[in-house]
T-cell receptor
Framework: NAGVTQTPKFQVLKTGQSMTLQCAQD?????MYWYRQDPGMGLRLIYY???????DKGEVPNGYNVSRLNKREFSLRLESAAPSQTSVYFC?????????FGPGTRLTVL | QKEVEQNSGPLSVPEGAIASLNCTYS??????FFWYRQYSGKSPELIMS????GDKEDGRFTAQLNKASQYVSLLIRDSQPSDSATYLC??????????????FGKGTLLTVNP
């Protein structure tokens, strides 16, 4: 039982490049989330998906898109990366109200 | 007022002491409360959840909740160097249907000195 997995662990992009962060969970949870964590800012919700086929914006959605591919997978896409998107990205999943986090992706945009 | 506020820290305690971490929240309809531990370079790890007023104990950890004062705390007894980490307070409320909104504080860095 791997819990929540994320790929890649590290990524360096140039401004304007695109990429997709992948997240998968094997806990059969309905809800999945994407957060970013920046020094001094704490964890901020980007997007979430309450169930397969639904997605909603969080606190900081600008510059991102998401896809809930199936119950297990929830991806985050940066269409045109900007230096302000340099951050650590965490995926989480939950059943009811307790969230469990993946190991994170450290993204640097140059 | 920020939704979830924690002691900014850092907090430093000697090994064996009690570490006390505090958190206040602004949304009175919040329903569930969590403490996560985050080691440097790692992801948040759930250590305690509490739903009702009073104390909840789990090993060396005790979570305390006072909904009237909108206050939640975490006590770590017999602190160990391995407890050195950032502790995140998180507050959850139902936002419709099966949706829950979890709001995090910025965290308190705890250092336990041998």
């Amino acid at each position: 039982n791997a819990g929540v997995t994320q790929t890649p662990k590290f990524q360096v992009l140039k401004t304007g490049q695109s990429m997709t962060l992948q997240c998968a969970q094997d806990m059969n949870h309905n809800s999945m989330y994407w957060y970013r964590q920046d020094p001094g800012m704490g964890l901020r919700l980007i997007y979430y998906s309450a169930s397969e086929g639904t997605t909603d914006k969080g606190e900081v959605p600008n510059g991102y898109n998401v896809s809930r591919l199936n119950k297990r997978e929830f991806s985050l896409r940066l269409e045109s990366a900007a230096p302000s998107q340099t951050s650590v990205y965490f995926c989480a999943s939950s059943e009811i109200d307790t969230q469990y986090f993946g190991p994170g992706t450290r993204l640097t945009v140059l | 007022q920020k939704e979830v506020e924690q002691n900014s820290g850092p907090l430093s305690v000697p090994e064996g002491a009690i570490a006390s971490l505090n958190c206040t929240y602004s949304d009175r309809v919040s329903q569930s409360f969590f403490w996560y531990r985050q080691y440097s370079g790692k992801s948040p790890e759930l250590i305690m959840s509490i739903y009702s007023n009073g104390d909840k104990e789990d090993g060396r950890f005790t979570a305390q909740l006072n909904k009237a004062s909108q206050y939640v705390s975490l006590l770590i007894r017999d602190s160990q160097p391995s407890d050195s980490a950032t502790y995140l307070c998180a507050v959850n409320r139902r936002s419709g249907g099966s949706n829950y909104k979890l709001t995090f504080g910025k965290g308190t860095l705890l250092t336990v000195n041998p």
